[in-house]
């Protein structure tokens, strides 16, 4: 047990490396005691999230307790089969999901700005 703790103080993990888990791909029936069972193998789970709007039924976040269990969860469930559909596992990145979120925010000022002046976009092509 002390020989595997300090091989992980060792081991550098890629930036991309984090305890959450994004996971696609899954049965709209599936439940978070399941998620428990398929993601728990791989250690301490500090957080299930089940998407449960349209645009999010299908996806999930694991929350692990520590690094090194959500990089083996990741490793060897993603493309697990579960009710004949292969899970989608990736690890959780804010700046990606915040990015369009932004390019959004940056179009309605654009717009608005637009309108503000009266400028279309047929005169800004002249």
């Known amino acids: 047990m002390a020989l595997s703790m300090q091989k992980r103080n060792n ?3 890629p930036p991309e490396v984090n305890r959450v888990l994004y996971v696609r791909n899954l049965p709209y029936k ?3 005691d399941e998620m428990y069972d398929i993601f728990g193998k791989y250690g301490a789970i500090r957080q299930i999230r ?3 709007t349209p645009e999010t039924r299908g996806t ?3 929350v692990y307790e520590d690094i090194f269990d ?3 969860a990741r ?3 993603s493309g697990f089969n579960v009710c004949n559909r292969y899970l989608v596992v990736l690890y959780y990145q804010s700046t990606k999901a915040f990015k369009q979120l932004d390019v959004d925010k940056k179009q309605e000022e654009l717009d608005q700005m ?3 002046y009266n400028i279309s976009t047929e005169e800004l092509r002249k």
């Open 50 to 52: 089940v998407g449960n």
């Open 114 to 116: 637009k309108a503000k």
């Open 60 to 62: 999930a976040f694991v």
């Open 75 to 77: 490793d060897h469930l």
């Open 70 to 72: 959500a990089k083996n």
């Open 11 to 13: 081991v550098r993990l």
């Open 30 to 32: 599936i439940t978070s």
